[in-house]
């Protein structure tokens, strides 16, 4: 027993520093171009290359510099940041929200409605709520893995 609450600690801490490794990378993206580390900022740019569409005009832009990421993965990497920090808060609602997992689902239909209405030409979708829907599906995204990893530890 004392294996598993000290391992799902462990799970919980390398949780949140990966989490927040990417939030504080992203963040001062800028000012490691600006400090003039452009191999360093080359490496960032491309290793979020490969997780977000990295559209300059859906991007923040800092200090004159765009961000590596567009405005709604930097909002889905810190909503699951607050997610995660925030679960450890949340533990008597941990197994209600984990049977109602569906309420997951519920961001990812935003998103999905915000970029179907913006294909088509319905409606454009904006900086405002591009950044909603990623705050909702990563804080989501953040409580819901916080609590499964715990969840895996108390089956084990």
Not at 119 to 141: D, E, P, Q
Request: charged content about 10%; proline content about 2%.
């Amino acid at each position: 027993m004392n294996f598993r609450v000290r391992g799902r600690g462990l799970l919980f801490v390398i949780l949140l520093l990966i989490s927040m490794t990417c939030c504080v990378t992203i963040t001062m993206f800028p000012l490691i171009v600006h400090l003039g580390e452009i191999k360093i900022a080359m490496g960032i740019w491309y290793f979020f290359s490969h997780l977000c569409h990295q559209d300059l005009s859906r991007s923040l832009n800092v200090l004159g510099v765009f961000l590596p990421v567009c405005s709604r993965c930097l909002a889905i990497y810190w909503g699951t940041l607050f997610g995660i920090i925030s679960s450890q808060l949340l533990l008597v609602c941990s197994l209600s929200l984990l049977r109602n997992y569906y309420l997951l689902f519920i961001p990812v239909v935003l998103i999905i409605l915000d970029i179907g209405l913006d294909v088509t030409g319905i409606w454009s979708n904006n900086l405002l709520f591009r950044v909603v829907t990623g705050i909702a599906l990563g804080y989501g995204l953040g409580i819901y893995s916080t609590f499964a990893l715990k969840r895996a530890f108390v089956r084990s």
